[in-house]
């Protein structure tokens, strides 16, 4: 079946602008993940949303991030102001219910803020 | 200390060689573990997980788990240069978030 889909692949930005990525998970997870990574860096946690809910939102950065998943399915991550060091790829992951965690990921969203 | 620790590597084996990738972290309350590869600029790629102490073997891979010195090992058996990559170990505490070491490049030469 499909996987994890990700929309822009790349996304080129200027300092201060408003940017919003989008996560299509695989179809039935509930569990949905945003992550960033850094070159050399492993990815780095912040938002889980378990259903429509943030379960756990302890790795945004600053109130300059905020993600939303209305229906259960797709997610928007959305940056405000957005500064050079949010530069990033930013990588969704999802999982079902069902699993011990085993989380799947999508091809990523490379962000460059100029 | 950092929560999962990686050699950065490379390490390089020669094709057919066991590769050996190590990994070490800090809370013992974590429950599962994971190796991921990553090739050069795609995504992280799940490729073995483990739960208990002990090894478990998936073809050419194997996870080798000890919860008493908390430490997760994979094991490549004959290397190939497909296998050249950066493998990221993944800790999860018993919440969902996954905690990732920086990663280990392999390099196998052939």
């Known amino acids: 079946g499909a996987g994890v889909s990700q929309t822009p692949s790349n996304k080129v930005t200027e300092k201060g602008k408003y940017v919003e990525l989008r996560c299509d998970p695989i179809s039935g997870h509930t569990a949905l993940y945003w992550y960033r990574q850094s070159l050399g860096q492993g990815p780095e946690f912040l938002i889980y949303f378990q259903g429509t809910g943030a379960a756990d939102d302890s790795g945004l950065p600053n109130d300059r991030f905020f993600a939303v998943r209305p229906e259960g399915s797709v997610s928007t991550l959305k940056i405000q102001r957005t500064e050079r060091g949010d530069s990033a790829v930013y990588l969704c992951a999802s999982s079902p219910q069902s699993s011990y965690n085993e989380q799947f990921f999508g091809p990523g969203t490379r962000l460059t803020v100029l | 200390q950092k929560e999962v620790e990686q050699n950065s590597g490379p390490l390089s084996v020669p094709e057919g060689a066991i590769a050996s990738l190590n990994c070490t972290y800090s809370d013992r309350v974590s429950q599962s573990f994971f190796w991921y590869r990553q090739y050069s600029g795609k995504s992280p790629e799940l490729i073995m997980s483990i739960y208990s102490n002990g090894d478990k073997e998936d073809g050419r891979f194997t996870a080798q788990l000890n919860k008493a010195s908390q430490y997760v090992s994979l094991l490549i058996r004959d290397s190939q240069p497909s296998d050249s990559a950066t493998y990221l170990c993944?800790?999860?505490?018993?919440?969902?978030?996954?905690?990732f070491g920086k990663g280990t490049m392999l390099l196998v030469s052939p």
């Open positions: 993944a800790v999860n505490k018993g919440y969902s978030t996954l905690t």
